[in-house]
């Protein structure tokens, strides 16, 4: 547990200096379009964030990140659009409609792991976008709905999604550093061990499920209001693939490893697309590598290198030796 | 006769939905994992056939093998490059085999499609038809000539699948893995090689799927992503891993389709199977046909 804190906190550390790094960049950079790709980052790190605190602190390997993302920004455009509610309020209801469907969904998937939660996820998640996309009276289907901005400025869009993100990381920080983080851990390596020691399984998980969904609901509204449009094509499958690659590559479990691995991943591919538009093929290739090698991702090797010295950790036991 | 018209073309497409399922239900049952990249095998059959008799000129009854055995190269290269680490059970971190599979097969899938739309391009290809035979009417029933010929296909693809599994050695001892692979291990069956010919069958049968409908569908390279879905909506409704379970739904599946679009609202329908999937894996997780996994 003490390594645990020490971890922790070097990992936080780690984020804000970071993100003190991004606030400094409007400094050097002016071009809007390159400021524009910034904040589109910032909005993956906003998701990655959520679904790295579902899967790699809690084990809960959803395929709805980019699902909660497209119902937030749908609350928020549909307020807007049919009640002319004025954003700050758009986007709180996006975070508390995308957390109630996420605790929805949590407590159907309670008891399915592994595979069976992935298809459930999975199919979850297409069945919202088909019903956002068909639904042609209410949502205009895949034409989408033209959302008010906020600012005038690109700037201002910038330093609010910074904003928003350090608060998540702070939340996201304060709540592992507590003892929720264990049980949250304890959850994903042996669910049966940590109800016995007195986790409330149940009640934590739904938990897990509904903040990573209302983070990802604040970011999709967020998301909204800066392209002034909301369309079905943010719930794709290929987001969700998107956010679990930045993950995976930034490192999993990790508070840093989203974070660097969604502005990476981004900046890079916007960065690599004038070179011949090779970068989902890079990014999808680095994944399987990285989860087949490497699997502490960016962070885990940074992490190995500044510690040479120290024992490895023990390896974990093999929990079934049925395969 | 609408209604025998619609029964014998959900038959059909349902045999096509069988050749996709079966190798999706064969690896759950072999591995206990989804294989996500599913559809992409589909998607390279349809591109394989398509390419190789369009560009290269072959004919069509050699280009067919052709795009099957890419499929079954495919398969089998994404067993022995990937599957690996989910032998050894937990892996050295947090991340565990399901997550694992989940991951890198969700990242081949992205790989392949980017990788096919950068190298052939995002422009629908249409494949050649197997025989030149207009639609024509059989008693009340109209149908192509390449429909019934690659349906006929698909047919005895299923059934030559059932009689390797069940009869050739190699098929026995891919029983014998899904049913216990420590127990298959002891009795001394390599099961690293069974997960590979499973793994090539896969891909062969999906490919064969892919370049027998390469003809009626205008291959994309994100083509697969819709039969991917539908054949985990029969895996699931036939039993993760019951190969005779995953037939049967396939032909239901493709039969309650057709009279739904025909019968029921048209706009929801990709919606449909997706929740009988969540509702099954609620209520029923072993499926229609499935049965309990058996541990030692």
């Known amino acids: ?323 | 006769m609408l209604i025998l018209d619609l029964i014998v073309n959900g038959v059909i497409m349902g045999l096509f939905y069988a050749l996709m399922a079966i190798g999706l239900s064969l690896i759950f049952g072999i591995l206990k994992v989804i294989n996500f990249a599913h559809g992409e095998f589909y998607m390279v059959g349809a591109y394989a056939y398509t390419l190789i008799a369009l560009r290269l000129g072959v004919p069509v009854w050699l280009a067919l093998p052709a795009a099957l055995a890419a499929g079954a190269a495919i398969g089998w290269l994404t067993e022995r490059s990937l599957m690996q680490p989910l032998y050894r059970g937990y892996t050295s971190w947090g991340f565990m085999r399901d997550e694992y599979a989940v991951v890198v097969t969700f990242a081949l899938s992205l790989f392949l499609i980017n990788l096919v739309d950068k190298v052939v391009g995002p422009y629908p290809h249409r494949g050649p038809e197997l025989i030149a035979i207009p639609r024509m009417a059989i008693g009340p029933i109209m149908i192509s000539g390449h429909r019934l010929l690659a349906a006929g296909l698909a047919l005895a693809a299923v059934i030559g699948v059932m009689l390797f599994l069940r009869y050739s050695a190699w098929g026995k001892q891919i029983q014998a893995v899904a049913q216990n692979r420590f127990g298959a291990s002891l009795a001394g069956i390599d099961t690293g090689k069974a997960s590979a010919v499973v793994f090539a069958v896969s891909g062969a049968l999906a490919a064969l799927a892919g370049g027998l409908l390469a003809p009626l569908i205008n291959a994309t390279p994100d083509v697969g992503s819709f039969p991917a879905i539908k054949s985990y909506v029969i895996v699931v409704l036939g039993g993760m891993g019951s190969v005779p379970g995953s037939i049967i739904a396939s032909l239901l599946l493709g039969v309650l389709e057709g009279f739904g679009a025909v019968y029921i609202s048209y706009d929801y329908r990709d919606a449909y199977g997706l929740v009988i999937l969540i509702l099954v894996l609620l209520l029923r997780p072993q499926g229609l046909f499935g049965e309990r996994a058996r541990e030692v």
């Open chain 1, 1 to 323: 547990m003490q390594h645990f804190h020490h971890r922790i906190a070097l990992e936080f550390t780690l984020v804000l200096g970071v993100l003190a790094v991004v606030a400094c960049l409007p400094v050097v950079i002016t071009n809007p379009y390159w400021l524009g790709v910034i904040i589109v980052s910032m909005y993956f790190a906003l998701l990655a964030s959520g679904w790295n605190l579902l899967a790699g602190y809690t084990g809960q390997f959803s395929l709805a990140p980019a699902c909660f993302a497209m119902i937030g920004a749908y609350t928020t455009g549909l307020l807007a659009h049919y009640f002319s509610a004025p954003p700050w309020f758009g986007i709180a209801a996006a975070m508390v409609v995308a957390g109630g469907v996420g605790s929805l969904l949590g407590r159907i998937v309670l008891r399915l792991r592994g595979p069976y939660l992935a298809l459930t996820t999975l199919s979850f998640a297409e069945v919202i976008r088909v019903v956002i996309g068909n639904s042609y009276n209410v949502t205009r289907g895949d034409l989408g709905l033209n959302v008010p901005g906020i600012f005038d400025s690109r700037l201002a869009y910038y330093f609010l999604f910074l904003a928003v993100l350090v608060l998540v990381q702070i939340a996201l920080f304060a709540l592992l550093k507590a003892r929720v983080g264990l049980y949250l851990q304890a959850i994903r390596d042996d669910e049966v061990a940590a109800a016995s020691r007195g986790v409330n399984v149940v009640f934590w998980k739904t938990a897990a499920f509904t903040i990573s969904a209302a983070v990802s609901g604040l970011a999709g509204a967020l998301y909204g209001h800066f392209s002034q449009l909301v369309s079905p094509e943010l719930g794709l499958i290929f987001q969700t693939g998107l956010v679990i690659s930045m993950v995976v590559i930034g490192g999993i479990g990790s508070l840093v490893g989203p974070v660097v691995g969604a502005l990476l991943v981004y900046i890079a591919s916007e960065w690599l697309r004038d070179v011949g538009g090779y970068h989902l093929i890079v990014f999808a290739l680095l994944v399987i590598l990285f989860s087949r090698f490497f699997r502490e991702g960016l962070w885990g090797l940074v992490r190995r290198a500044l510690a040479p010295a120290r024992a490895p950790l023990p390896a974990a036991t093999v929990k079934r030796g049925w395969l």
